[in-house]
């Protein structure tokens, strides 16, 4: 009885410590998940943009021109590199017939392989 009795104080107790860890928790998970956003968006964004930059510095194009190419992308433009990325991704896989052959082999019995052998009699 008198365990029926210890065991909901010492949940009682325990409540506002269990609801504190909790909170703290998933604010650290919401708190790197934004940190990783933040560093995809900005910081890589820029790290790229600044690569591409170089490399068309270093090939004689100017940058700004390298960006209007880019933001001037047409929908048919895209639309033609996703079906040759389509195509290309579906030939990789062979064309097989779609039948299946079992071919039933006979095996001699070997007590090598015979669980029955493995067991432990006690």
Do not use: C
């Not at 991704?89 to 015979?114: A, C, F, M, Q």
């Amino acid at each position: 009885m008198a365990e029926q009795v210890f065991i909901p104080v010492i949940m009682a107790a325990l409540e506002p410590v269990a609801w504190t860890i909790v909170a703290v928790g998933i604010g650290i998970v919401f708190l790197s998940l934004a940190i990783v956003y933040l560093f995809f968006r900005y910081v890589l964004t820029f790290m790229l943009n600044f690569r591409l930059r170089s490399f068309a510095r270093k090939k004689g194009i100017d940058p700004e021109e390298v960006d209007k190419t880019i933001t001037m992308m047409s929908g048919e433009v895209n639309a033609a590199i996703a079906m040759a990325l389509y195509q290309y991704l579906n030939e990789l896989h062979d064309i097989e017939s779609g039948v299946i052959t079992i071919k039933r082999i006979s095996r001699n019995y070997s007590p090598w392989s015979s669980k029955l052998y493995n067991m432990n009699n006690l």
